[in-house]
């Protein structure tokens, strides 16, 4: 089966850095997406990582290391706006999405 | 990206009811997706539903209780029936990205279910 494991909440003050971290179990691993939910909204694609390594897409970057079967997803200069659920997912070879428990990132002025 | 809307925003129903959701894409896709959240939960798929295919369910997820339909490769519709207060959720359709990724998925506004 598959399994994701992230924090549950993570709290940080505006223009800091946050880093999101995602745990994986899957049978097969093909990469690891992110996506962002703000309250009351629909999910949205972040990033997708299939490699190894460092992808960076403006403020955000996200990381993996299919090794450690982790990866995280890093935010810098937060903004308000930030404030939102995070997900973690993985996709299989039926091509489902398999999604983590979410963390709920709060952004403090 | 595809734009995704879904019908009803929210509704509020009597248990022993059905209500049918509608999803509609602004491109042709061939898989889209049902899921269900709860309030400050994660997603849990329900179904994947091909066009010209029967829906394939996940693990607590029947038909019976789910009917889906995929009449075409822009439209889909997802019935909860019979409804219990369980029942209460929001209901998300999706659709695959672009070039057919899995990991890249577009998601509709959702439908707020509450069920008294």
């Known amino acids: 089966g598959q399994s994701l494991e992230q924090p549950s909440e993570v709290t940080a003050v505006e223009g800091a850095i946050v880093q999101i971290n995602c745990t994986y179990q899957?049978?097969?691993?093909?990469?690891l997406s992110w996506y962002q939910q703000h309250d009351g909204g629909a999910p949205t694609f972040l990033s997708y990582?299939?490699?190894?390594g460092l992808e960076e897409t403006g403020r955000f970057s996200s990381f993996l290391s299919r090794s450690d079967s982790y990866g995280y997803l890093l935010l810098q200069e937060l903004q308000m706006k930030d404030s939102a659920s995070y997900f973690c997912?993985?996709?299989?070879?039926?091509?489902?999405?398999?999604f983590g428990s979410g963390t709920r990132l709060l952004v403090r002025p | 990206s595809a734009v995704i809307s879904q019908k009803p925003s929210r509704d509020i129903c009597q248990r022993g009811t059905s209500l049918t959701i509608q999803c509609q894409v602004d491109?042709?896709?061939?898989?889209m997706f049902w899921y269900r959240q709860q309030p400050g939960q994660s997603l849990t798929l329900i179904a994947t539903?091909?066009?010209?295919?029967?829906?394939?369910?996940e693990s607590g997820f029947v038909i019976d209780k789910f009917p889906i339909s995929r009449p075409n490769l822009t439209f889909s519709t997802l019935t909860v029936s019979n409804m219990s207060p369980e029942d209460s959720s929001i209901y998300l359709c999706?659709?695959?990205?672009?070039?057919?990724?899995?990991?890249?998925?577009?998601f509709g506004p959702g439908t707020r279910l509450t069920v008294t």
């Open positions: 899957t049978s097969g691993f093909y990469g």
């Open positions: 491109s042709q896709v061939t898989m």
């Open positions: 539903a091909n066009q010209g295919s029967e829906a394939t369910y």
């Open positions: 997912a993985v996709p299989d070879s039926s091509y489902k999405l398999i």
């Open positions: 990582n299939a490699l190894d």
């Open positions: 999706s659709v695959e990205g672009a070039e057919g990724e899995a990991y890249e998925q577009y």
